[in-house]
């Protein structure tokens, strides 16, 4: 079955303990992305990668890293989870048709999300 | 800069009504339309996918458009049930991009029986 699977769906964790939520794709997707859900403010991008090796900020990277080693995985590093990283998180990979400068999409899938408490 | 904006917020009907979810967004300038579905808590699920050259997609009871240069697309679910109770996101896909979706903050929808 085609899918993205995120690893833990919850986790609550104290402030300043280094964590890591992975994300794993099996459909040889180039690009993967992580995003943060919140109340009010919807769905924002944290950060992106077109291939391997290839990763950037998107909106909101403040307080995270990613790497992108294997084009299937794509984790999220916390390195000092603070409370206001208390989020439901979603990892997405998507096919890219590279154009020009940037890429073109062909539709996303997204994993189950992982509720992130941080106290 | 993009912005996409999804009315109504909220919407309850009577189980077997057809209705319309609405989306607007501000650039024209875009590559594809996806619609999803959230359950309370969960993923998202991909319901709907329009590239910018189509002017529309069906699946099942769901029926999206989209008319670029006016920037609206519409859900219509047909003879809704209990289980299509969820929250519908719409989102696009810039051209030339990142490919970075922007999302509508959502409709959440609920079917009584």
């Known amino acids: 079955e085609a899918q993205v699977t995120q690893n833990p769906r919850y986790l609550i964790t104290v402030t300043g303990k280094k964590l890591t939520v992975t994300c794993s794709q099996n459909?040889?997707?180039?690009?993967m992305s992580w995003y943060r859900q919140d109340p009010g403010l919807g769905l924002r991008q944290i950060y992106y990668?077109?291939?391997?090796?290839?990763?950037d900020k998107g909106d909101v990277p403040e307080g995270y890293k990613v790497s992108r080693k294997e084009k299937r995985n794509f984790p999220l590093i916390l390195e000092s989870p603070s409370p206001n990283q208390t989020s439901l998180y979603f990892c997405a990979s998507s096919h890219l048709k590279k154009s020009g400068t940037g890429g073109m999409n062909y539709g996303y899938t997204f994993g189950s999300g992982t509720r992130l408490t941080v106290v | 800069k993009q912005e996409v904006t999804q009315i109504p917020a909220a919407l309850s009907v009577p189980e077997g009504e057809n209705l319309v979810l609405n989306c607007s967004f501000t650039d024209s300038a875009i590559y594809n339309l996806q619609w999803f579905r959230q359950d309370p808590g969960k993923g998202l699920t991909s319901l709907l996918l329009i590239q910018s050259s189509q002017r529309e997609q069906t699946s099942g009871r769901l029926n999206a458009s989209l008319d670029k240069s006016s920037g609206r697309s519409t859900l219509y679910i047909a003879a809704s049930q209990p289980g299509d109770s969820a929250t519908y996101l719409c989102?696009?896909?810039?051209?030339?991009?990142?490919?970075?979706?922007?999302f509508g903050q959502g409709t959440t929808l609920q079917v009584k029986p």
């Open positions: 989102a696009v896909s810039r051209s030339g991009n990142t490919g970075k979706l922007i």
């Open positions: 459909m040889n997707h180039e690009y």
């Open positions: 990668s077109m291939n391997v090796e290839v990763t």
